[in-house]
């Protein structure tokens, strides 16, 4: 639930373990890799539906109305590598329009989830797009509906997209990744998402955020 459309995903590179003896256990959760779909090497193919959930968004909180894609908030993690072909199968499943926005990245204007290009509720839609040389880094992606990305946004919808170099030194020297993925949480009094009165400060504050 985020205040705003503000989200931030990014990579750790933890340092070896001789490195970290007397660091405490590591309890973050790892939010899950959408499984490649392909078998023909340089194309990633993965399916991802936003739809309402019951989740706990809180530890130890109650189950709450949220949206998540691929039932899960954070989204499932998207993992790529440059000059990868991408197409994702996209269904939505929510009861209003939504598109995908990437977050940071260069593609072609008409697959990029703009306001300009809704999938309506109930309708499919597949974004391809080739992951450019030179664009390796981590990204996000969220919703981008007219008038709509702030609040769906804080539903649940976002997730990180990974795009990683071919010849990466870190990765050959055996060093592992951390995925973080931040998120400005605002919960009301029953442990729901917090939306509050449209006519308040909050609510003007969180417009032009």
């Known amino acids: 639930a985020l205040i705003g459309a503000t989200a931030f995903a990014g990579l750790a590179r933890p340092g070896t373990a001789a490195g970290l003896r007397d660091a405490p256990a590591d309890t973050l959760r790892q939010p899950p890799t959408l499984p490649n779909l392909s078998h023909v090497p340089g194309v990633v193919e993965v399916n991802l539906t936003a739809a309402p959930a019951r ?17 899960a908030v ?10 990868d072909s991408v ?14 926005h990437w977050h940071g990245m260069h593609i072609p204007a008409d697959q990029d989830g703009s306001p300009l290009y809704p999938i309506a509720a109930g309708a499919s839609h597949d974004y391809t797009f080739r992951i450019a040389r030179g664009s ?5 992606y969220h919703p981008h509906p ?18 990683r170099a071919n010849h990466d030194p870190l990765a050959a020297a055996g060093i592992p990744d951390k995925l973080l993925v931040l998120s400005d949480n605002r919960f009301d009094s029953s442990g729901a998402i917090d939306f509050p009165d449209s006519t308040s400060i909050a609510a003007e504050i969180d417009l032009e955020n």
């Open 87 to 100: 197409i994702i199968h996209f269904h939505n499943e929510l009861p209003e329009p939504t598109t995908i």
């Open 146 to 163: 007219d008038g709509r990305s702030g609040h769906q946004v804080a539903m649940g919808l976002f997730g990180a997209f990974i795009v």
């Open 55 to 71: 989740l706990r968004l809180m530890p130890g909180g109650p189950l709450v109305d949220a949206y998540a894609y691929n039932g």
């Open 136 to 140: 390796a880094g981590t990204y996000w």
């Open 74 to 83: 954070p989204g499932p993690t998207i993992d790529v590598r440059e000059g």
